[in-house]
């Protein structure tokens, strides 16, 4: 999944809502061209679907055309008109319920979603709702654990879960969190497999302090090899090859005067002006 986390994770911004369409094509090419066994999920940035089908569909379209061989949006019933377009186009959607960060500000920040039983009502049938319109999948992030397992028990569809407890079909957690890269707070579910981020200062650090103390590169040159005036027995000489494209070759001879044109085995082609 390439995810508008892109954002806060790489660009240095400090939520979802300042990536573009175009910057998460730019992220989902990128992925793709790496031709992944994966199912690549292209997300569908804030604005990028909220004003309307016809803008859905080709935002969806560009995300596709880059490598996605599916789309992710976020919202409840109320997105169901924009999944059945997008749908319309020949394009599977994924859908996301629970703490959806590109509502943060209508959230008041990054809190845990269906925590009453209106609000867990209000989420399940959400999820119904992308379901039948055709969802093939459904994100469920930052919901109690036992909403998650009974949204996911209650539907035909399979559910990822982000900080969802165990009982979701799958599990995803952002590359950075689960690498230790970057210093932003974790959130309380993420779990850490390494610390690459430490590695990464650490070794720029160490290249840093051998060249400020001349270790680095150091005075050691390769010894150059000297060119052999005499072919090996039985083995004849190439002709040295003449780098040089055909509007090189037109403009030294529209030169006056011509130069002349020696070679040497180690030095494919000299332009040598007569006299010198």
């Not at 992220?27 to 793709?32: D, F, K, L, S």
């Not at 302090?209 to 000489?237: I, K, L």
């Amino acid at each position: 999944m390439v995810g508008d986390s892109v954002a806060n994770t790489v660009l240095g911004f400090p939520d979802t809502l300042h990536v573009t369409i175009d910057d998460m094509a730019r992220h989902t090419g990128a992925v793709a061209r790496a031709d992944p066994t994966a199912l690549v999920v292209g997300d569908l940035p804030w604005m990028s679907y909220h004003t309307g089908t016809r803008d859905a569909v080709r935002n969806a379209a560009a995300l596709v055309r880059a490598g996605a061989a599916c789309v992710k949006l976020e919202g409840g019933a109320v997105r169901v008109p924009v999944v059945e377009a997008i749908l319309a186009a020949q394009i599977p959607v994924m859908g996301h319920l629970g703490l959806t960060p590109q509502s943060v500000l209508a959230m008041g920040g990054y809190r845990v979603q269906g925590r009453d039983l209106d609000a867990a009502k209000l989420l399940l049938d959400d999820a119904h709702a992308l379901e039948d319109a055709g969802c093939f999948a459904l994100v469920l992030e930052g919901v109690p654990d036992a909403l998650a397992a009974k949204i996911t028990a209650a539907l035909g569809i399979p559910t990822i879960g982000i900080g969802a407890g165990p009982d979701t079909d799958g599990q995803v957690l952002v590359f950075h969190d689960l690498l230790g890269l970057g210093n932003r707070p974790l959130a309380k579910f993420v779990r850490e497999y390494a610390q690459l981020g430490a590695l990464v200062t650490e070794a720029v650090g160490r290249f840093a302090a051998d060249v400020r103390s001349g270790a680095f590169p150091g005075r050691t040159r390769p010894t150059p090899r000297a060119p052999t005036s005499e072919p090996r027995s039985g083995v004849s000489r190439a002709q040295p090859k003449v780098l040089m494209s055909a509007p090189v070759v037109a403009f030294i001879r529209s030169m006056s005067p011509l130069p002349s044109l020696v070679t040497h085995s180690d030095v494919p082609l000299i332009a040598k002006p007569d006299g010198v």
